[in-house]
């Protein structure tokens, strides 16, 4: 559910979709360690440290609603 909406609050510009795919990310990401799944793990801390360069790129280039 939070791709979704994720998806769509990224698609109307709504800078707040960053902080969806963040706690996304990290809720996957402890989720797959406990589980251990290791490599899993390691592709959404990558998406994690993504989310947070893509938050500061958007608020530093104004491109959100």
Do not use: P
Request: glycine share 8%; hydrophobic share 55%; aromatic share 16%.
């Amino acid at each position: 559910a939070s791709g979704v909406i994720g998806t769509v609050w990224l698609v109307r510009l709504y800078i707040e979709n960053w902080a969806v795919w963040l706690i996304s990310d990290i809720v996957s990401t402890i989720l797959c360690l406990v589980s251990g799944l290791y490599l899993m793990a390691l592709l959404y801390l990558v998406y994690t440290l993504m989310s947070i360069v893509g938050w500061r790129q958007w608020k530093k280039e104004g491109r959100y609603i």
